[in-house]
């Protein structure tokens, strides 16, 4: 009887773990789907834009991508650093020196032309924006005047 007995307590408990498996494979699956959502957020494949009231907005419609550059300013001297500072809209009052990181949007094209530049020591996209500078929109400066302006 005490066989008997113990069989039938072995067999509960196979039974009891087969009963489990689903439960355990839905939470698997649950786990995956919640981690796949929030890589995701963080690296959307489309270009997230920044909010509409923001200046770059507009770069964002028009089909712009935001990069972050690694720039190396003490290879580009001192004429091409002006230069460089005047294309990516930068204060002049700003001191490159060494390597550094600034934020840009460019069309793919000219994202290309930037990443074979030299003195450029990596192009990295930013889907997420996150690296995006909340800039206001100039106050005397409408949509309509901008598309005007550019045309």
């Known amino acids: 009887m005490g066989e008997k007995k113990q069989r039938a307590e072995k067999r509960a408990v196979q039974q009891r773990r087969r009963a489990r498996r689903p439960v355990y494979a839905l939470l698997g699956c649950a786990a995956a789907a919640a981690c796949a959502y929030a890589y995701r957020q ?7 834009c920044p909010p509409p ?54 069309t793919e094209e ?20 996150r690296y995006c500078v909340p800039t206001p929109r100039p106050a005397n400066v409408t949509n309509a005047d901008a598309r005007a302006a550019g045309a």
């Not at 923001?54 to 550059?69: L, M, N, P, S, T």
């Open 110 to 129: 000219n994202a290309e032309i930037v990443r074979v530049s030299p003195c450029i020591r990596r192009l990295r996209l930013d889907t997420a924006c």
């Open 53 to 106: 009231d923001d200046r770059f907005h507009e770069h964002c419609v028009e089909g712009r991508k935001h990069y972050q550059i690694e720039i190396d300013w003490s290879c580009l001297g001192e004429k091409r650093t002006k230069v460089m500072r005047m294309a990516l809209g930068l204060a002049d009052g700003d001191s490159e020196r060494g390597v550094g990181m600034v934020p840009t949007w460019l």
């Open 42 to 48: 963080l690296y959307p494949l489309e270009q997230r």
